[in-house]
């Protein structure tokens, strides 16, 4: 096997643009996980229970959305 073979080929460098523009990492996916699973659970256990997991699936999402809505409006 040839030296130059085994050389992992240079990764490109981010300029200072490209960094700015990526989205900071967010809680929002993982409490719309948690949301389902709450109104899927109170399908077996209390309605309420799913009431519970709509409100959270909302707010996961209204969350989610107006920080990428934040984001998009900063770059442009």
């Known amino acids: 096997m040839n030296h ?3 050389q992992e080929s240079p990764e ?3 300029t200072e643009q490209e960094i700015e ?3 900071e990492p967010t809680y929002s ?3 719309l996980a948690m949301g389902i699973t709450f109104m899927l659970w109170g399908i077996l256990t209390h309605w309420s ?3 519970i997991g709509v409100a959270v699936i909302v707010g996961a999402l209204w ?3 107006n ?3 934040s984001s998009w409006s ?3």
Request: a negative charge.
């Open 63 to 65: 969350s989610w959305m």
């Open 21 to 23: 523009q990526e989205l």
């Open 29 to 31: 996916p993982a409490a």
């Open 12 to 14: 490109p460098e981010n």
């Open 67 to 69: 920080e990428i809505r």
């Open 49 to 51: 229970m799913s009431l």
């Open 4 to 6: 130059a073979d085994t």
């Open 74 to 76: 900063e770059t442009h």
